[in-house]
């Protein structure tokens, strides 16, 4: 992974932490053991999503950049129907509050968005390549007559 990328994970990564463990103990005290264990569950299973579709938005940004923005709608929809799907599966679960986990899962998802459009919005992307204005004629050197 480039550094750039790894910079931007990072930037990404440790705020939607950081929201899914105030969430775990809020949930903690809140509705106790099982609602700490449903807020851990939501904020492993959003930074597991929204990793491996950031993960492949970058693959597909370099690969097959002419299909980056349908890519890119295409799996943010992915992303949400499969998230929607698991706050579905576990809507009556006893292993843990189903409240807590689709609370959680829902905000770190956010939070998660947001600290990637902030990531995007402080990166010092090139809009030129400017390795791309070197021309392949050779110049010329000395008077010209």
Do not use: C
């Not at 129907?81 to 189903?98: D, E, R």
């Amino acid at each position: 992974m480039p550094s750039n990328d790894a910079r931007n994970l990072l930037q990404i990564a440790v705020p939607t932490a950081s929201a899914g463990a105030v969430a775990v103990v809020v949930s903690g005290v809140v509705a106790g053991g099982k609602g700490a264990i449903g807020a851990a569950v939501g904020t492993v299973l959003a930074v597991l999503f929204m990793g491996i579709g950031l993960y492949v938005l970058q693959w597909t940004a370099k690969s097959l950049p002419h299909l980056f923005q349908a890519m890119g709608l295409m799996l943010y929809m992915a992303q949400l129907l499969l998230l929607l799907i698991f706050v579905g599966l576990f809507k009556g679960t006893s292993l843990f509050n189903p409240k807590t986990f689709a609370l959680t899962l829902v905000v770190t998802t956010v939070v998660w968005m947001a600290a990637q459009a902030r990531a995007h919005m402080k990166a010092k992307i090139f809009y030129v390549d400017p390795d791309s204005q070197k021309s392949e004629k050779p110049e010329k050197t000395g008077p010209a007559s």
